[in-house]
């Protein structure tokens, strides 16, 4: 099972992507991380939420998920839409790649949860939604 858990819910505005960036990084806080595994958290968390909010809902407003588990060391976060999906994971997770190059975006979200987490898992299905599952294991100074 798990030692504690949480999950929240909002709209996919662009203006909540701090919000949940904060309240992850928040309950992430009981593992005593140091403040770069705190802010490899904020920012893989920044990320997951920016691109449910862009490429998920790009058509219009839709509920962003996020749920947190602690086990342990263990820190697991996932962030879940129900908009678009991604038609090929393979090619979107490739550095660079974008899906929205109007909005200059650039491309490396995917790498960059990559980077900051331990391991990244997307599940999706077109017009059905992305799930994305983070995990990452604290030092911890204690």
């Excluded at 992507?17 to 309950?27: C, D, T, Y």
């Excluded at 490429?55 to 962030?79: N, P, S, W």
């Excluded at 898992?121 to 604290?138: A, C, D, P, Y």
């Amino acid at each position: 099972m798990y030692d504690n858990m949480m999950k929240i819910e909002f709209v996919s505005k662009s203006e909540n992507e701090s919000f949940a960036r904060v309240a992850v990084a928040a309950f992430a806080s009981q593992l005593d991380p140091t403040i770069e595994e705190i802010a490899d958290v904020k920012t893989a968390i920044s990320e997951a939420v920016t691109n449910s909010i862009i490429h998920g809902y790009e058509k219009g407003e839709g509920i962003v998920k996020i749920e947190a588990y602690i086990k342990d060391k263990e820190f697991t976060v996932i962030v879940e839409d129900e908009g678009a999906g991604i038609e090929n994971i393979e090619l979107a997770m490739q550095p660079l790649y974008t899906s929205r190059p109007d909005l200059e975006r650039s491309g490396m979200g995917f790498t960059v949860m990559e980077t900051f987490m331990d391991s990244l898992e997307v599940n999706s299905e077109k017009n059905k939604g992305t799930r994305l599952i983070m995990k990452k294991v604290f030092k911890s100074l204690s």
